[in-house]
């Protein structure tokens, strides 16, 4: 082989490993910090209620709205923010670690957009959003739509929530 061609090897090598080594680092910085957010309104908190973000063009509306609904609000037993109650006005909920998500939770175990809790004909649902650590109800692994009873633990990352009337 002549110097040139294993000069030109060499450079192609290394080009594609830093080409690699940038991949990496955005993924990992998109996965830890999620999209970009000009101003943090909070200073401090792991947990933060959104009712701004709850009304998303991206959800379907719920089947049929039911005037009766099995749960009012829900509830943080366990994690940063525990006794936090939120009231649960609209027909869904999302929760992540996105600044649009609905209940917003800073920790490492959570993904941007974690899961969504919907009202769907009658019940509560909660569906996991391709989340990385998952999304469980009653400590099993939801892969479906999964309705959830009141006084049933979630837990979403190290958050565990409850539903009550």
């Excluded at 175990?109 to 009658?122: D, F, I, P, V």
Aim: no cysteine.
């Amino acid at each position: 082989m002549s110097e040139l061609t294993l000069f030109v090897l060499r450079f192609g090598f290394l080009a594609l490993l830093w080409v690699f080594v940038f991949a990496l680092v955005f993924a990992l910085r998109s996965d830890l910090f999620g999209h970009y957010v000009r101003r943090r309104e909070r200073q401090q908190g792991d947990i933060t209620h959104n009712p701004a973000a709850e009304s998303s063009p991206f959800l379907p509306p719920a089947e049929s709205p039911t005037p009766a609904r099995p749960a009012q609000k829900l509830v943080i037993i366990a994690g940063a923010r525990e006794g936090l109650e939120i009231p649960l006005d609209a027909d869904h909920l999302t929760i992540g670690r996105s600044a649009q998500s609905g209940l917003v939770i800073r920790d490492e175990y959570t993904s941007t957009n974690h899961a969504r809790l919907q009202l769907w004909n009658g019940d509560w649902v909660i569906q996991d959003l391709g989340s990385t650590n998952g999304t469980f109800v009653d400590n099993q692994r939801v892969s479906v739509p999964t309705p959830v009873a009141p006084f049933t633990p979630v837990s979403v990352g190290s958050t565990i929530f409850e539903l009550r009337p």
